[in-house]
């Protein structure tokens, strides 16, 4: 298993820009799969971008023009830059292993965005 924590959150008004990071506990050099997630109040988590090893980025629909994924591998890191933040951003973000539900969730990160 590999733990993550995630940080950088917080408030950012209407079309403001905020970068969150996650790190892992151990390497992720050989975790092909990496992915920024978030959570609103009484929804289901949805997928926000995966990332490759190669720093190929894949967007859910409605997320690449306003959210960039990246990765160091250097550091265990994982990235999300936030563009034109709008309300319905508000939620807590996390990343993890695409689609390895065994893995565990970390704390999350939360973003408001409010005037």
């Known amino acids: 298993q590999v733990q993550f924590v995630e940080s950088g959150g917080g408030n950012v008004q209407p079309g403001g820009s905020l970068k969150l990071s996650c790190v892992a506990s151990?390497?992720?050099?050989?975790?092909?799969?990496l992915a920024w997630y978030r959570q609103s109040a009484g929804k289901a988590r949805e997928l926000i971008a995966r990332?490759?090893?190669?720093?190929?980025?894949l967007y859910a629909d409605s997320m690449a023009d306003r959210f960039i994924i990246s990765r160091d591998n250097a550091v265990n890191s994982l990235y999300l830059q936030m563009f034109n933040a709008k309300p319905e951003d508000t939620a807590t973000y996390y990343c993890?292993?695409?689609?390895?539900?065994?893995?565990?969730w970390g704390p999350g990160t939360q973003v408001t965005v409010s005037s």
């Open positions: 990332i490759t090893t190669g720093n190929s980025a």
């Open positions: 151990g390497s992720i050099s050989d975790i092909y799969l």
């Open positions: 993890n292993i695409y689609q390895k539900p065994t893995n565990p």
